[in-house]
């Protein structure tokens, strides 16, 4: 957690607690990103690459140019560095032989550390709850998730400056 926690542990917690844990989890969890690509020696799009594979494996070339905003040249670009490193590795896609998925290569980085902590922390706050109260924050976390990719769509005009360097 940050040093510039603002909620002490209490038995009392506020809505507004509630949401400034929430935020410092953000922060704490793109801080640990940051650092977790700089040892990765990654980009952005090739970290982004990796996590969308923890959550749709495997995922085909297309969807994950539109996850990542690339053009077909591009992903195909992230592709083959993540490929040459053997955190992914492309084949025949089950049902369809004339399709390409990707999935983890022999390299894949799994989730370890302050990842894995953070999964650890959620798996024991949903076993607190009953099916209707998992149920409930199933719903919440699908409306914040869709509103967030919704809001993320490309807008008008410029796209934003991002950049393919590695973190160093």
Same mark, same amino acid.
């Given at each position: 957690?940050?040093?510039?926690?603002?909620?002490?542990?209490?038995?009392?917690?506020?809505?507004?607690?509630?949401?400034?844990?929430?935020?410092?989890?953000?922060?704490?969890?793109?801080?640990?990103?940051?650092?977790?690509?700089?040892?990765?020696?990654?980009?952005?799009?090739?970290?982004?690459?990796?996590?969308?594979?923890?959550?749709?494996?495997?995922?085909?070339?297309?969807?994950? $140019?539109?996850?990542?905003?690339?053009?077909?040249?591009?992903?195909?670009?992230?592709?083959?560095?993540?490929?040459?490193? $053997?955190?992914?590795?492309?084949?025949?896609?089950?049902?369809?032989?004339?399709?390409?998925?990707?999935?983890?290569?022999?390299?894949?980085?799994?989730?370890?550390?302050?990842?894995?902590?953070?999964?650890?922390?959620?798996?024991?706050?949903?076993?607190?709850?009953?099916?209707?109260?998992?149920?409930?924050?199933?719903?919440?976390?699908?409306?914040?998730?869709?509103?967030?990719?919704?809001?993320?769509?490309?807008?008008?005009?410029?796209?934003?400056?991002?950049?393919?360097?590695?973190?160093?």
């Amino acid at each position: 957690m940050p040093e510039n926690s603002q909620v002490p542990p209490d038995p009392q917690v506020s809505t507004g607690d509630l949401f400034r844990l929430v935020q410092q989890l953000c922060l704490s969890y793109d801080l640990a990103q940051n650092r977790y690509r700089s040892q990765l020696e990654l980009n952005d799009s090739d970290l982004r690459a990796l996590n969308l594979l923890r959550t749709v494996d495997p995922v085909s070339p297309g969807t994950l $140019g539109r996850y990542l905003g690339l053009s077909s040249a591009g992903s195909t670009t992230v592709l083959d560095r993540l490929e040459s490193r $053997g955190f992914v590795s492309r084949h025949a896609h089950g049902a369809d032989r004339r399709r390409t998925v990707i999935g983890p290569g022999a390299n894949y980085p799994h989730c370890t550390g302050p990842g894995l902590a953070l999964l650890r922390n959620l798996h024991r706050l949903c076993e607190q709850l009953d099916e209707p109260g998992r149920s409930r924050v199933a719903d919440l976390l699908r409306q914040a998730s869709e509103e967030l990719a919704a809001s993320s769509l490309p807008a008008a005009g410029p796209a934003p400056t991002q950049t393919d360097e590695p973190a160093k």
